[in-house]
């Protein structure tokens, strides 16, 4: 630095001008003549190089003792000055080589305070830090950066008027307590910023935590969404399959009602009227006792039976109940069994059983023609 060079030429003009003192004061000694004292300090180059010389005041003490004393007072009160002189200039050289040790220390403790800034930040900027956070960081860093600032400069004015204005221990001593007392300062502060950094890398490595956390729920929740989405889908294949199929087979049992509709309102005009078939049975001529005839509806012809067992079978298909099923099977075998029995009575004693009969079969064809279309499913085998 610029000061360093100008105390190295201050400190070597004053070895310069104290080795030529002392020669003339050896060759002063051994010349016991009387002598006019001769100047002690040769010009010198520098401008700084008056600041170790002595005072005028002392100048004139030191004539006035030399003229009353005479050259050998007047030298050892010279060798004295120049012996302080000399242990003030090894003090302050002293102090100054433990002034910049102090500087390079506060140099290196610097810059690993804004290197763990800098990572600190870094890490900040990676995780998404808070707004006031990153506030109250860059806040402190600048406090700090002028606090360290202003105790460079301070230390460099201080070096800089101990160095070119004074050279007392006092002013020494206090800039040793000053810099001791800053350097205790800077300890502090450094002592604090680590405290904040260990709070924020804690706080860091929760929030991290946390995160890991959340993202962890939110992968469970999006595989659990995935798999209610591929339920709900199969789910509503299977309705959409179902309600197909099942309007298909309503369609097919409304189609076949209506079949069975239509084909018992033609069969409207084949059967005779319950009044007419039973004015025809009673107008008949009457039989001999003892002989045998088939019945009226024997002598009718085969095709309203044929209409009949046909509707009927339509109207056991279109009924989606299988109990009512099984009735009609059960009801039809019976029916079966019993259309065999109008060919065997006899009109002897049998006429009423064989009426009776037909107009059952009669009462069952009238009650399939006039089934309301409004309820196409009231028809049921209990009909029968």
Known sequence: MDWEKKFTTIVNETEANLDRVRRRLEAARKNT??????TLSAPVTSRHSTVY????????SVMASDKSVGPPIWATILEEKLSQQHKTIESLTKTVLFLQTEKEKQKSVIDHLQ??????????EEKGANVDTENKLSIWQQETQQQINNLRQQIIRQQQSDTLQTASRHSVDELVSKVIDAKQVCHDEVEGARR??????TRMTRLEKKMN???DNFSDLSRKHNELSSDLASVEGRT????RELSHTLSQKIADLMAARNEASSMKDVFPKKSDYRQRLLSSPPVPVGAERTSVLRQEPTAWRELLSHSLSRVSIASSDSTLSSGYLARKQSKDSEDDIPDRIHLTGGLADSSSSEESLLDVSHSLISTPS????SLSIKDL
């Open 33 to 38: 003549g009387d002598m006019e004292p001769e």
């Open 53 to 60: 010389s002595l005072p005028t005041s002392a100048k004139h």
């Open 115 to 124: 290197g763990d800034i800098k990572l600190l930040q870094g890490r900040l």
């Open 196 to 201: 904040d950094m260990d709070y924020y890398k």
């Open 213 to 215: 956390s959340l993202s």
């Open 240 to 243: 959409k399959h179902d309600y």
């Open 374 to 377: 409004s309820s196409p499913t």
